[in-house]
């Protein structure tokens, strides 16, 4: 009870002085397709608004558009700005964005306002020193021969363009499209890191057998150095054809904050490097087999092994899902292989009504991790979702499609999703490293992140939705909100899993009155929001 006092008080100083925080919400609307019984295509939204998700439809567009693995862009407070398939932007009221046309000139499938881009060739991030301004990086992606037979999709340069949402009665501009960086013959997939100063971005690409990399440093749109490095003791010479095209046109992954770096290195193995958030140097840490599963297709016997991957939040775990289904493999084991733990069954594909169609493994897409903490696996209608990432094996709550038709989003979420990956948007800088001071610039960064909370609505019935900010995100940051009642009780908790800032409320039950949503960091009240329980 002396807990409850305490926190009831601090709370009421608090609130006294009490400011609108600044948020990280850049990727709380992920963009799919709803597809009618006329088979029209319109835009729709999976919007974290709630503890059950919320779709909602989009404005139609002005022009047909395909937006098959779509990226959105909201601002910092969560609210969506704009989105596009690479090649075309629209604007949030469903208008093609002034200059929103005309990307990727001259690359493959590029430039083609009904098409998409080549998906994963593209990401969004925001000016790290001016609020309203975004950047897309974009692969120029050609075809290349490698070897005497063998063909790839790679990229020999990158692109950046500019989008302003100030413009335009902030219904945006594109500022400028296609510039050229970085030119040089790389893989077609890249990550996109905050730079340890949390302000500036690292855009890293390798070659396309995986033992070269590049980091180039951005500062808003200018380039102000690129770091290489080379995978010492490792060789390709091994490689064959398929080999080179898995490690080439896969992609990137990051460990959510920002220092481990996971790509194939051949078929059925992986290798796991150390990135320097400061200087931006690459570093191996180690190579291991993904293992494989017998599976019968087309009536062969076939051994495959996993191909895509995702970092729990912690970095302890690895998600990797391919043909043979979904695994686990655990980073922190002496025999990362032999820790591999299968996650239910072939991840059959589903058909647009959700039906398991056996005999085609192609049931997953990329894995993004979601503004609530969950693992995503979505692809058209296949929708997999890992509830607990950093729980081991079936505590991990994961859930296969192909297991539990129609959708492990609910009975009733029929759209075409995708979980198209998203920057870490909520990686802070690396403060007390020297590296949060490092590359200090005359203007000052977009308004720091503070701590802070916030409830919605503010006066309620049902569910509520409470947002946290803090300065920074991460397993060693233990955040948690406590809801206290006029009298100091306690009337629920709930504890943020790493780079989470979402959590939903159900108070449909509770005695009408003022209550206090108190924001804690490692035990300590950091900020509070009221809320008011109506009847």
């Known amino acids: 009870m002396k807990r409850s006092i305490y926190l009831f008080f601090t709370t009421t100083v608090l609130l006294i002085g009490l400011q609108e925080a600044y948020g990280q919400q850049h990727d709380k609307h992920w963009i799919g397709v709803d597809v009618d019984t006329n088979g029209t295509y319109s835009p729709i939204f999976m919007g974290f608004e709630s503890d059950e998700i919320i779709y909602q439809a989009a404005p139609p567009t002005s022009d047909f558009i395909v937006l098959q693995e779509a990226v959105a862009m909201s601002d910092a407070s969560g609210n969506l700005q704009f989105y596009t398939n690479g090649n075309v932007v629209v604007s949030w009221d469903g208008y093609i964005m002034e200059g929103g046309k005309g990307f990727n000139e001259g690359t493959l499938d590029g430039n083609t306002m009904n098409a ?31 070897g005497d037979s063998c063909y790839s999709i790679a990229a020999p340069k990158m692109q950046i363009s500019k989008i302003d949402m100030r413009l335009n009665e902030s219904r945006g501009k594109v500022a400028y499209k296609n510039h050229y960086f970085d030119e040089e013959i790389m893989a077609p997939a890249f990550a996109v890191v905050r730079h340890g100063n949390g302000h500036d971005w690292w855009l890293v690409r390798h070659s396309p057998d995986g033992l070269y990399f590049r980091s180039t440093l951005l500062r808003k749109d200018s380039v102000l150095f690129t770091v290489e490095s080379t995978m010492q003791g490792l060789s390709s010479d091994w490689f064959d054809c398929w080999d080179l095209i898995i490690t080439a046109q896969n992609l990137l992954e990051v460990s959510p904050d920002g220092s481990m770096l996971l790509n194939n290195y051949g078929v059925g193995h992986a290798k796991l490097m150390d990135f320097d958030r400061c200087s931006g140097e690459v570093s191996l840490i ?96 296949t929708h997999n979702v890992i509830e607990y990432p950093d729980e081991l094996g079936e505590s991990s709550g994961y859930c296969v499609a192909a297991d539990n038709p129609p959708s492990c989003l609910g009975p009733d979420v029929p759209y075409y999703l995708f979980s198209t990956p998203h920057p870490h948007y909520r990686l802070g800088p690396l403060t007390g490293s020297g590296c949060d001071t490092i590359l200090s610039s005359t203007k000052e960064p977009v308004a720091g992140s503070d701590y802070g909370v916030s409830a919605s609505p503010t006066v309620a019935s049902g569910q509520v939705e409470v947002s946290i900010t803090l300065p920074g995100y991460g397993s060693q940051v233990a955040a948690e909100i406590q809801v206290v009642d006029m009298l100091g009780r306690v009337m629920e908790c709930h504890r943020f899993p790493p780079y989470a800032y979402l959590h939903w409320l159900d108070v449909s039950g509770w005695a009408a009155g003022l209550y206090n949503v108190v924001l804690l960091e490692n035990g300590r009240v950091r900020a509070a929001a009221r809320l008011v329980v109506a009847r």
């Open 116 to 146: 998409e881009y080549v998906p994963y060739t593209y990401q969004l991030i925001p000016d790290g020193y001016e609020e309203g301004v975004y950047y897309m990086l974009h692969s120029f992606i050609t075809v290349e021969p490698w």
């Open 286 to 381: 180690d190579t291991f087999s993904l293992g494989t599963v017998p599976l019968v297709y087309e009536n062969q016997l076939v051994h495959p092994t996993v191909t895509t991957f995702a970092f729990s939040p912690s970095g302890r775990y690895l998600y990797g899902v391919g043909w043979g289904g979904f695994a686990q493999y655990d980073l922190w084991a002496s025999d990362i292989l032999a820790s591999k733990v299968l996650l239910g069954g072939v991840p059959w594909d589903m058909d647009d009504l959700q039906n398991v169609l056996e005999g085609q493994p192609l049931g997953y897409g990329a894995f993004c991790l979601g503004p609530d903490g969950k693992l995503y696996s979505l692809y058209e209608t």
